[in-house]
């Protein structure tokens, strides 16, 4: 919200906060909700970008189109490994799916250092993100092989 929106409904006796104090949700509520949403704006994102229109995308995933359309407004009944089949299902690759993620988990990690007053600069965040993903690789990697 606008600084200026804001002033002015306080100002008008009205109380303003975030959706996280109004519904009083946890730090890792708030951020499955956030996750949750940008994984179903970067389905929608991908399937424009294919020129997909919700029903073909639903004849690709077996589905229906009314529950693309619950997928893409983050419906509560809606999991995040639909999502994620989703917006592989429009074609887009994996790659796809993890900048979506990493665009989140980021904004959490800042936001919540920034609460503590831990300001640490955002591109050695993305790096350390970064070590971490290749090490979930490498890791699941090595499961993989042993098998």
Do not use: C
């Not at 639903?58 to 983050?74: D, F, N």
């Not at 796809?96 to 904004?107: C, I, M, N, P, T």
């Amino acid at each position: 919200m606008r600084a200026a929106t804001s002033k002015r409904l306080r100002a008008a006796g009205w109380k303003v906060g975030s959706t996280k104090d109004f519904l009083k949700l946890s730090d890792e509520e708030a951020a499955l909700v956030e996750l949750k949403l940008s994984l179903a704006g970067a389905l929608k994102q991908a399937r424009q970008k294919r020129r997909l229109s919700q029903v073909d995308l639903a004849q690709r995933m077996g589905s229906s189109q009314s529950r693309v359309a619950k997928i893409e407004a983050g419906d509560p009944s809606v999991t995040i490994d639909l999502m994620v089949r989703a917006i592989l299902a429009t074609g887009a690759l994996s790659k796809f799916v993890e900048r979506a993620v990493r665009k989140e988990v980021l904004a959490q990690t800042a936001a919540a250092l920034k609460a503590r007053n831990q300001d640490v600069p955002y591109a050695r965040l993305q790096g350390i993100i970064d070590e971490a993903l290749v090490q979930v690789r490498s890791e699941s990697g090595s499961r993989h092989r042993r098998r």
